[in-house]
Structure formats: structure tokens, C-alpha cells
């Protein structure tokens, strides 16, 4: 094999090897001491930091995921859904397990299309929000579409795809205002709401019965607890916590009746409001102009939201409750049963056309320049004679029309779920001293008789006071939810509310009602027109709000040649029928002239609601047109 | 020629009539750490069993190295040290040459289909280099000179291997290199010195490192200055070695490492997966193993008595003591994350090798006998 030779090997002579022995001795306790350096290390790791490390383990690897409750939807009295759930796939990118964003988006757009402004919209939100937070790439994938991202997913970390259900108001416009919409949970409602109950939730009720209703509709959410990975990949759910879905309202809200107003109301700015007398159920209740509540919902623009709230029309105002307009003549009926009351409702007043007080030089003029002559309670009320309630509001007093008028829920909220409704201002020597710091005037006593000057009413306090007529004193509390159904499918009946019986003298009623009843059908009521060919008897009471202040001067005012704007407001309020009242609707329509040119909107909600066979098409569209005469 | 001898530790088997030494306390200790890896492999690799093949084709294949080595006359390994040395130095410089010709930094060879580290080859042949420089009769009277050429023989390589840049590996060798210069008799007086200097040195050293090896050694004293970033993966072992606890996660059942959090961790961080699923109990086991393995290590150098054996076998028992400490001092937060393997358990094949073939040099050298 090989020759060897040792004579370049030098040996160490053998006392040195000794030595040297004994270094590996020497070495061998300096390595045991390094490795209890190690073994102390592992053991501080291992059984004293045990606590604290398994922990961050547990945190690293269990992460709790909110799960969302289902939102309770919304149906009209019959069942037809109003405000319902979609699902909806959102892609959604965790900036966290993204090396290079530039190329993952390139890679997702090959696999779905993504738009610029989709990538620039993204990377917008990127710049505000944490690494650890899905940030939502694209909007609305199709099935095909998430199965396809689904497939890739394992080759794009970060990469998710969050399903939500998204709120479809299937008859937004006609119902915006009732149903209302969904927001972004903000700031201000974080104060208000229970965090736990909110998990996981983004939107919170921002109007309408959405808001108001929110403890109804909104459930509570469940969690998982879920095992991910680094990747931050669900692994495995390791227990759950059910989310409690949120029970369903079904409204009062006839949506066929609802749909029928908002369309009679055509492209007037106003309010409608239609009530069941009998049980205070609410049937219609429209805002003209109206918007488009799933504006608000997922993948819309802010822009659109914006403009909807900046618009000079406040389309997002309701105006059947918070719209408030001074009543004009319609507060007339509602004044006669003080006549009664205080023992004058069968007196009878010279009117010549103007009425002046003793010791004032101005004159307050009725709205027949010729003057009614000697006129009764009756047919002031039913030729709207002014001069009449001058000479009434002049006998009874402020104090006395504030009492008698605020039985009938003037000046006060009617306690509809609508709670940001107006409460309207019945005026009162107190509230004028209140608000303006100065005493009472007379005069302002003469023009509160005619529903002008400071009062201001909502259409659903006016369609409320009438239904108190119409019900002959019984008040029942204005009502929009008629049930809810919880997750069980129990049924919650929301029982008519009636506050009281007013006191009044039920014998007032009658006569009153025959009164409103002429305003209709008889031959100088001032809606006469609308009674041609009506099948039932109807009482309601016109009102026509002058804008410009002067009165003379709008007397005077060419309609035709004016612009739109300083017409007067028409206000309608009417129930039906008279001797077994169905219905009560009001009716605002901004610049609309007179009440008795809105009138016939009334009676087009009224026909369609009491006949119950559908009108005839061609006769609907006479019934709409606005007469601009009184 | 060789005397042949048997005892009760060692025997001599004859595979198809050629003789192989067999030191079976070590042979069965480095198995056992072998199969602990696979197991630890497996588990890391996501219960990957084609991985795990390739894995045990290069045991098979480093134990083979390791029992040819085994039977290689110490003596004629120690006259084909220089050729060896320089060979493996040619390598390093090749590979940085390449490095600097635009492929970009990189440590390794490919010879078709595997990847070979040159400067593994270095951790072997830098303590025979010196051994044979100390145990050369050509310095028997400037025993000084022998000892000023060793140092510039370990350094030299050394500084190539930190130019690659692989810091770890290029530590490994100083600590190998002064370890075989140690065991060939450095005077205690020059021992003291050079190790004070070495103190002395480092903070001068310090301007000279890198900024990511700079960070590195930062990070070490404050991983959770950046928990995400630059101590994210020091703080992920730290994570998985303690919830591991007395006892451990069970195997397969880490969810550090199962479940990606762990990085590097068939590599680097082998131990960190280790220490999660077999807990305190079993680190300390595989402590033991280890210390047995470098004890057997030593037991042998110290029983011999030709000096380049016990030079070369004492550098290889340090060898393994360094990869050792130094690894499982990284995954445990003490040291600086070097990048230097767990030895034999570790996936990859070059350390493996040299390990293995380590331990055949171990084997072989106890057979070794004075001659003057």
C-alpha cells in the first residue's frame, strides 16, 4: 500500500503529549461550562418564560374572527321585501403578506379584471389603513369569478376573497325615506353602540326605519375562533360562536298605496302622508324629491353621496315628518271645535272682505275680496272664510286656541318610530317670549286663527290631528312598524298605540264633519272639483300658504307670470269615507298654489286606496293636473 | 504496516474483503443523530417524503464518505494535507471569482445536479493544514515560525470565506483553526496573548462588517425593537423553543413550525422545531447525544498519541462543539443569527458531509501510532 515514512513527522517528546492531554481536559470542562450556558438558556425558554412564549404562540396561531350577524330585512304590511340581503364577494388583498404588490396585481388581473380606477382607488386605501387589514380590491366578483381567483389563491398570499351581505332596497326611491339606508359605522355611533354586539359589522342604520330600528334589525354577532398561519391562511375553525340574526319588520307601509302617492305626487317638492284613522297604521308616507338608498351601500361612489347631500332640494329630507310649513286654512276645522268648546259654534259673523281690530289701523283681509257676508261656523269652514277666524281667534284668545289646538298633537311629536320627526311650534305667549323675547301681539292672535303667522305643522301631525276627527276623538299613536318576526320565526304584533280620547264634546264632531265634508262636495267648497264622479264621501280642508309676506301683494300676484318659487304651498288633509273613515291623507306640495289645486293628488290616493277594483288608466292622469285657480 | 486490533469499542469489519475501522460508539451516536433529523425533517417539511428520501440518500451517501475515510492510514492523510489545503483554498477563490465576474454573491459550486460549499471543505482542511505544519520535522527547531504560519494559514482562508460573505462559516474556521494551533502546543503564554487580542480586536473589527451582519448582531440584543421585520425570525424561534415547555407539542404538532411561522426551518432553525415538539426534555437529550458524541470525540484524541491525529480529531470534536453552540445559541436569542447548521440534523447535504467525514477522520486516527 503506501510507504510511509515518518522522518518529516515530528513527534512531540512525550512529556508534551502529556501536556497536551491534559488540555483536552482542560477544554473539555471550559465546553461543559459553555453548554450549561446553553441548557440555562433553554431551560429560562423552556420552563421559567413557558407561560409568556405559549401564549404568543397561542396569539401567533388563534386569531378571533368576528362573524357578522344577518341583518333583519324589511318588508311592507303585505310582505313585499323592501330592504333585503345580498351576498356579495369582494377581493380583498392583506398588505402584510405582500412582498411585491406591483406584480400580485398584475398576476390578479390576468385573473380578473380589475380597472384602474379599482388599483388607484386600492392603493388610496392603502395608504391609510394598517398593514394586518384586508383592504378591498374589487367589488361585486361573480361566482365564476371568486372560483376562479379561489383556484390561484395558493400562489398569491394575502390574497382573500370576504363575502358580506350587502343591504338592496328593491323600492328605493318610493321608500327611501321610510325604510332609509345603511352607513359606515363612524365615530360617533363607536360611542354609542355595544363594540361586542358590533363586531365585525361595518354599516350601522344612518335614516329611516333603519335607524330607528336599528336594535330590531341589527342581531348579534358570533366569532370563530380560527387557527391561521403565517400567511395568515385559515387553517382550521376551532370553535364557534353563532351570531344571532337580527328579526324582520314588517311595516305598516302599503307599498302599492306608497308607490301610487309618490307617483301622483309627480316632480312636486312635498310630503304625503296616508293613515289608517282606525288603527294609527301609517299606509304612505312620501318625500318628494326622493334619491336612490342603495347609493350608500357597497361598491357606490362618494361623489354620488355627496351631491345627494350638498343638493339645494335636501332630497334626503323627510319632508312628511321634518318638512314643517305653517298650516293655512287647514288649522280651521281644528279651531271650530273651540268654538264648540267655549260655547260659540253656532254664531254667525258679518264677513266683508276684511276684518280689522278696534285700535289697529291694519287691516287682515279674507282671501274673497267681496267678502262672505253673514257666514256660519259651517261654511266658514267649507268656503275657508277668513274673516271668521279672525273674528273666532279674536273672542277665544291665544291661550285659549293654544289649549284647544294642542289636543290635537300641534306643537308636539306625534311618538311615530320616526323619532327625529318635527315637533312643529303651536305658538303661545310663552313661547313667544321664549324664543323671541318679546310679549304678544294681537294681531299675530288673528293670523295663528288662520294657520298662518308662526305655527308650523308636519304632514303627519296634520294627517294625525285629522284622523282625531275622523275618529271622532280617539288618538291613536302614528305607527309604521305593524310586526317583527325574530330568527325563531316568532311574530311580534305591534298592537294600535291609542293614547287617549281628546277632550272634546263628541257632539262637536258631526256638525264639524259636515263642515269638511261641504269643503268637498258642496257646491262653493273650495275642493269642489275633486268631487265629480266620486263614488264615497269625503271631508278634508284646503290650505294655501302664502310665501311672500305681505298678503295683498300675493292676492295680487299674476300665477301665470310669477316664477315658481313664490307661489304659495298647497296643503290638502282629507279622510274618507265621512261615516266610516278608511283613510286620512295629507298632502304638502311646495309652490303648488292653493290646496285646491293639490287636491285632486289626495283624491287620486284616496280612489286608489278605498276602490277596490284599479281605476281606470286614462281617468288617473286627468286627476293629477293641477289647477292653478282657487 | 497497520497493526490490526480489536477491542470492545472498536472491531474491524471486512466489507467485500476490504477492511473498515468502525468506531461504534461513534458510528451509533452520529446514526442516532442522523435519524433524529429525519424525524425532525419530516415534521418540518411539512411531512414531505420526498424530501425526506433526499435526505437519506445523503446520509447514506456521507456515512459511505465517512467509512472510506475511516480506512485511510492517518499518515497518508496527513502527507496529502498541503495538496488538500490548497485545493480547497483554489475552490473558495474560485467561487469568489465567479461571485465577482456578475453571478452575484454566492458560496457554492454546482457541479451537475449538486451544489458543493468549497468553504465546507475548509473546516476539514485548515486543522490537518496546520497539524501538519506543527507536526512538520522541517520546524522542528523554529517551532515560533511553525506557529506564525499556521495563524496566516488559518486566517487567510478565513478572510476569503468573510469575503463571500459568509461570516459564520469564516468564524467556524478561526475557531477550528486556533483550536488545532492550540492542540498542537501553542505556548499558554502566546495563548493568553492572542486571546486578549482577539478581545482587543473587536471592536475594531466592527466598522468592517456589513450593515445586514451589523443588524444582526443589533437585533440579538433587542428583537423586539422590530418584531416584523429584522427580529421577526429570531423572535418566531424564540416563540417556538419556549411554548414548546418541559415537555414539548408532541411531534408533528408545532404550530410554530406546522403552521410557517418559523422561518428556515429545515435549516437554521431545525433546533427551534426540535425544542417545540420534543419541549425541554428533549433538547436536553439531544444535548446529551451531542456531548457523548464530541466526549467519544476527545476520549479518543486523548488516548492518542501520534499529535497529528489528536490535533486533527480534537479540531473536530471542537468543529462539532462550535456548529453546536453557536446554532442552538442563535435559535435561542443569545447569539447572532450566523447562519451556521445544527450538525447532522440540519437538511442539506455539504455539512452532512463534512461532519460525516469528520468523524471518519476520528475513526481512522485512533489507529494511528507513534513512531519516534
Redesign the interface.
Known amino acids: 500500500m503506501f510507504r510511509l515514512s515518518n522522518s518529516e513527522n515530528y513527534q512531540m517528546p512525550i512529556e508534551r503529549v502529556r501536556s497536551m492531554q491534559s488540555r483536552v481536559i482542560i477544554v473539555s470542562v471550559f465546553l461543559i461550562g459553555l453548554l450549561f450556558i446553553l441548557i440555562g438558556r433553554l431551560a429560562y425558554l423552556q420552563i421559567v418564560s413557558h407561560q409568556d412564549f405559549a401564549a404568543l404562540s397561542k396569539d401567533n396561531q388563534v386569531q378571533v374572527v368576528p362573524v357578522p350577524p344577518v341583518r333583519g330585512q324589511i318588508y311592507d304590511r303585505n310582505g313585499t321585501l323592501l330592504a333585503g340581503n345580498e351576498t356579495v364577494y369582494r377581493l380583498a388583498i392583506t398588505p402584510r403578506y405582500v412582498d411585491d404588490l406591483d406584480s400580485l396585481l398584475a398576476k390578479i388581473g390576468n385573473i380578473v379584471p380589475v380597472s384602474d380606477e379599482e388599483v388607484s382607488k386600492f392603493k388610496r386605501k392603502l395608504g391609510l389603513s394598517n398593514k394586518h387589514t384586508e383592504i378591498v380590491l374589487k367589488d361585486f366578483l361573480s361566482p365564476e369569478e371568486v372560483a376562479r381567483v379561489a383556484v390561484d389563491r395558493y400562489s398569491m398570499p394575502g390574497v382573500s376573497i370576504v363575502t358580506e351581505l350587502h343591504r338592496v332596497y328593491s323600492s328605493s326611491f318610493y321608500t327611501s325615506h321610510v325604510v332609509g339606508t345603511l352607513g359606515q359605522i363612524d365615530k360617533q355611533d363607536l360611542q354609542k353602540v355595544d363594540p361586542v354586539r358590533y363586531r365585525g359589522l361595518q354599516h350601522v342604520g344612518k335614516l329611516g326605519m333603519e335607524m330607528v330600528s336599528e336594535d330590531i334589525l341589527v342581531g348579534s354577532s358570533g366569532h370563530n375562533q380560527v387557527e391561521t398561519n403565517a400567511h395568515g391562511r385559515k387553517i382550521r375553525v376551532l370553535s364557534r360562536a353563532m351570531p344571532t340574526a337580527g328579526s324582520d319588520i314588517y311595516l305598516t307601509i302599503d307599498l302599492d298605496l306608497q308607490k301610487f302617492a309618490y307617483d301622483a305626487l309627480g316632480d312636486e317638492v312635498g310630503g304625503l302622508v296616508a293613515i289608517e284613522p282606525s288603527t294609527g297604521q301609517i299606509l304612505a308616507m312620501v318625500s318628494k324629491p326622493s334619491f336612490d338608498s342603495n347609493v350608500f351601500g357597497i361598491g357606490s361612489e362618494q361623489d354620488e353621496r355627496k351631491v345627494l347631500l350638498n343638493s339645494e332640494d335636501r332630497p334626503l329630507l323627510n319632508r312628511a315628518v321634518q318638512g314643517q310649513y305653517p298650516p293655512g286654512s287647514t288649522i280651521k276645522p281644528f279651531l271650530a271645535f273651540s268654538a264648540f268648546e267655549t260655547g260659540m259654534g253656532n254664531r254667525k259673523y258679518y264677513c266683508p272682505g276684511w276684518y280689522q281690530l278696534p285700535d289697529y289701523s291694519r287691516q287682515f283681509r279674507c282671501w274673497k275680496s267681496g267678502g262672505h257676508g253673514y257666514i256660519d261656523l259651517f261654511d266658514a269652514i267649507a268656503e275657508s272664510c277668513d274673516v271668521y277666524f279672525y273674528e273666532l281667534a279674536h273672542r277665544l284668545g291665544i291661550d285659549e286656541m293654544y289649549y284647544q289646538l294642542s289636543k290635537f298633537g300641534f306643537g308636539n311629536v306625534t311618538g311615530v318610530e320616526l323619532s327625529y320627526e318635527s315637533a312643529g311650534i303651536l305658538p303661545s305667549k310663552e313661547w313667544k317670549q321664549w324664543t323671541k323675547g318679546e310679549p304678544w301681539y294681537e294681531g299675530e292672535t288673528l293670523i295663528t286663527g288662520i294657520g298662518q303667522g308662526a305655527t308650523l305643522v308636519n304632514m303627519l301631525q296634520l294627517a294625525h290631528a285629522t284622523s282625531i276627527i275622523a275618529n271622532r276623538g280617539v288618538k291613536f299613536r302614528p305607527q309604521l312598524i305593524h310586526k317583527t318576526v325574530d330568527v325563531q320565526g316568532e311574530e311580534y304584533l305591534y298592537v294600535p298605540d291609542l293614547i287617549e280620547v281628546i277632550d272634546i264634546n263628541e257632539r262637536s264632531y258631526g256638525p264639524i264633519i259636515k263642515a269638511m265634508e261641504k269643503v268637498v262636495h258642496s257646491n262653493r267648497g273650495t275642493a269642489r272639483r275633486i268631487s265629480e264622479g266620486m263614488e264615497y264621501r269625503m271631508a278634508g280642508k284646503t290650505g294655501t300658504v302664502q310665501i311672500v309676506s305681505r298678503k295683498k301683494e300675493a292676492d295680487r300676484m299674476d300665477l301665470e307670470k310669477t316664477d315658481k318659487k313664490f307661489h304659495p304651498h298647497g296643503i290638502f288633509t282629507a279622510f274618507a269615507p265621512t261615516d266610516n273613515p278608511e283613510i286620512v291623507v295629507a298632502v304638502i306640495v311646495e309652490n303648488g298654489a292653493s290646496g285646491s289645486a293639490i287636491a285632486p293628488i289626495a283624491r287620486a290616493v284616496i280612489d286608489h286606496y278605498l276602490l277596490s277594483e284599479p281605476e281606470t288608466a286614462d281617468s288617473k292622469g286627468d286627476s293629477f293636473a293641477i289647477v292653478t285657480d282657487h | 504496516?497497520i497493526r490490526l486490533q480489536l477491542s470492545l469499542t472498536t472491531s474491524i469489519r471486512r466489507l467485500n474483503g476490504f477492511p473498515v475501522r468502525l468506531d461504534i460508539p461513534l458510528f451509533l451516536l452520529a446514526l442516532l443523530l442522523c435519524l433524529l433529523g429525519l424525524a425532525v425533517q419530516f415534521s418540518a417539511g411539512g411531512e414531505d417524503l420526498d424530501q425526506l428520501i433526499r435526505q437519506a440518500v445523503r446520509i447514506v451517501v456521507a456515512v459511505a464518505i465517512m467509512l472510506a475515510l475511516s480506512t485511510v492510514?492517518i499518515?497518508?492523510l496527513?502527507r496529502f494535507s498541503p495538496p488538500i489545503y490548497l485545493a480547497a483554498v483554489g475552490l473558495v477563490i474560485l467561487v469568489l471569482a465567479i461571485g465577482f465576474t456578475g453571478r452575484g454573491a454566492q458560496r457554492w459550486l454546482d457541479l451537475g445536479g449538486f451544489r458543493f460549499q468549497p468553504s465546507e471543505l475548509l473546516k476539514l482542511a485548515i486543522p490537518m493544514m496546520v497539524a501538519y505544519v506543527l507536526?512538520?520535522?522541517?520546524?522542528?527547531n523554529y517551532r515560533n515560525i511553525a506557529f506564525w504560519i499556521s495563524g496566516v494559514l488559518v486566517l487567510v482562508p478565513a478572510f476569503l470565506v468573510y469575503l463571500q460573505p459568509d461570516l459564520g462559516t469564516a468564524l467556524l474556521i478561526i475557531a477550528v483553526g486556533a483550536?488545532a494551533i492550540?492542540?498542537g502546543?501553542l505556548s499558554w503564554r502566546w495563548v493568553g496573548i492572542s486571546s486578549f487580542s482577539v478581545l482587543a480586536l473587536i471592536p475594531l473589527i466592527w466598522p468592517f462588517l456589513q450593515d445586514y451582519q451589523k443588524t444582526r448582531v443589533l437585533t440579538l440584543f433587542d428583537p423586539w425593537s422590530d418584531p416584523?421585520g429584522r427580529g421577526y425570525h429570531s423572535i418566531?424561534s424564540?416563540?417556538?423553543?419556549?411554548?414548546?415547555?418541559?415537555s414539548g407539542k408532541g411531534w408533528l404538532q408545532g404550530?410554530?413550525s406546522?403552521?410557517?411561522?418559523l422561518p428556515e426551518r429545515n435549516t437554521d432553525f431545525v433546533f427551534s422545531v426540535f425544542?417545540e415538539e420534543f419541549?425541554?426534555v428533549g433538547?436536553?437529550i439531544l444535548?446529551f447525544i451531542y456531548?457523548l458524541l464530541?466526549?467519544r470525540c476527545?476520549m479518543i484524541?486523548?488516548r492518542c498519541?501520534?499529535?497529528?491525529a489528536?490535533i486533527v480529531v480534537?479540531s473536530v470534536a471542537?468543529m462539532t462543539?462550535v456548529h453546536l453552540?453557536v446554532n442552538?445559541?442563535m435559535v435561542?436569542?443569545?447569539l447572532p443569527v450566523v447562519g451556521l447548521p445544527l450538525p447532522l440534523i440540519s437538511y442539506g447535504g455539504t455539512s452532512m458531509v463534512t461532519v460525516l467525514a469528520g468523524l471518519g477522520l476520528v475513526m481512522g486516527a485512533q489507529y494511528a501510532k507513534?513512531?519516534?
Open positions: 504496516m492510514p499518515e497518508v496527513r507536526t512538520s520535522t522541517f520546524f522542528k483550536a492550540f492542540f502546543g416584523l418566531q424564540m416563540i417556538a423553543i419556549g411554548s414548546g415547555g418541559i404550530s410554530q406546522q403552521l410557517d411561522f425544542a419541549g425541554f433538547g436536553m444535548i456531548s464530541i466526549a476527545l484524541a486523548y498519541d501520534y499529535d497529528f489528536r480534537c471542537i462543539f453552540f442552538v445559541g435561542a436569542g443569545i507513534r513512531t519516534v
